[in-house]
C-alpha cells in the first residue's frame, strides 16, 4: 500500500517554463487536495477535489491549473512559472464519509524552485 | 471563514524540558476535526492527532499529550521530557465541511528546537 505518491521530489524550472506535478493515491480516497508550503508558513491550500470530474479552488489557485480524469490522479499543472511560485508542494487525500473524517494522508511533497 | 493560530513562531528548549504548543482555532461550524502534524528537518509530514469537536477528553501517548477545550477553542499540545528527536516544526490543522467540501487548514507552524 503506497499511499500518496508524488513525483519528482525535486525540479528546477526556468521562468515561462511549464511542468505537471503527479500525485497518485492507492487508498481509493475521493477527497485530494493541492497545498503549497513557502518558508514560515503553514500550508496553503491550492486546488481540492472531492471526487473525479469535480475539482475546486482553494485559497492560492492563481497560476495553476488541475484535473480529476481518475479517482486515482491529481495533477497539478503550472503554467508559465514564475519565482513566486518556488516553494513546496504537498498533495493529499482522505476519505470522506458524511460526518466522518477519516483523517488525511500526505504524500512526500515536491520541491520547487523556479530561476 | 475559518482560522487556525499558532502564535509561538520558535520555540528553544533544553533536553527533558516540557514544553507546551499552543493553538487556537476559530470556526462557525459545530462539527469539526483538529490535528497535529510534525515536520521534522527531513520535510514530510507526520500525523500525530486527530480529535473531533464532540470529544473533549484529552489524550494523552507517551510523552505526548492534548488538551482541548471548545470553551476557549483551544488545542494544546504538550512534549513532557522533550529530546533532540522532537526536534521539527509543529502545525495544527483545522477540518470543517464549508459548502459541503471537507477542507483542512492549517497554522503557520511552530518550530521547536530542542537542544541536548
Known amino acids: 500500500n503506497a499511499g500518496v505518491t508524488q513525483t519528482p521530489k525535486f525540479r528546477i524550472l526556468k521562468i515561462g517554463q511549464s511542468m505537471t506535478l503527479q500525485c497518485t493515491q492507492d487508498?481509493?480516497?475521493?477527497?485530494m487536495y493541492w497545498y503549497r508550503q513557502d518558508p514560515g508558513m503553514g500550508l496553503k491550500l491550492i486546488y481540492y477535489?472531492?471526487?473525479?470530474?469535480?475539482?475546486d479552488k482553494g485559497e492560492v489557485p492563481n497560476g495553476y491549473n488541475v484535473s480529476r480524469s481518475t479517482t486515482e490522479d491529481f495533477p497539478l499543472r503550472l503554467e508559465l512559472a514564475a519565482p513566486s511560485q518556488t516553494s513546496v508542494y504537498f498533495c493529499?487525500?482522505?476519505?470522506?464519509?458524511?460526518?466522518?473524517?477519516?483523517?488525511?494522508?500526505f504524500g512526500s511533497g515536491t520541491r520547487l524552485t523556479v530561476v | 471563514a475559518q482560522k487556525v493560530t499558532q502564535a509561538q513562531t520558535e520555540i528553544s528548549v533544553v533536553e527533558k524540558e516540557d514544553v507546551t504548543l499552543d493553538c487556537v482555532y476559530e470556526?462557525?461550524?459545530?462539527?469539526?476535526?483538529l490535528f497535529w502534524y510534525k515536520q521534522p528537518p527531513s520535510g514530510e509530514l507526520v500525523f500525530l492527532i486527530r480529535?473531533?469537536?464532540?470529544?473533549?477528553q484529552n489524550e494523552i501517548s507517551g510523552r505526548y499529550s492534548w488538551n482541548f477545550q471548545k470553551s476557549t477553542s483551544s488545542f494544546n499540545f504538550t512534549i513532557t521530557a522533550s529530546q533532540v528527536v522532537d526536534s521539527a516544526v509543529y502545525f495544527c490543522?483545522?477540518?470543517?465541511?464549508?459548502?459541503?467540501?471537507?477542507?483542512?487548514?492549517f497554522g503557520k507552524g511552530t518550530k521547536l528546537t530542542v537542544n541536548p
Open positions: 493529499a487525500s482522505s476519505l470522506d464519509r458524511g460526518l466522518q473524517n477519516y483523517g488525511y494522508t
Open positions: 487508498m481509493n480516497h475521493n477527497y
Open positions: 477535489s472531492v471526487g473525479a470530474g469535480i475539482t
Open positions: 470556526t462557525r461550524d459545530t462539527t469539526y476535526y
Open positions: 480529535r473531533n469537536s464532540f470529544d473533549e
Open positions: 490543522a483545522l477540518s470543517e465541511k464549508e459548502g459541503g467540501s471537507e477542507k483542512l487548514v
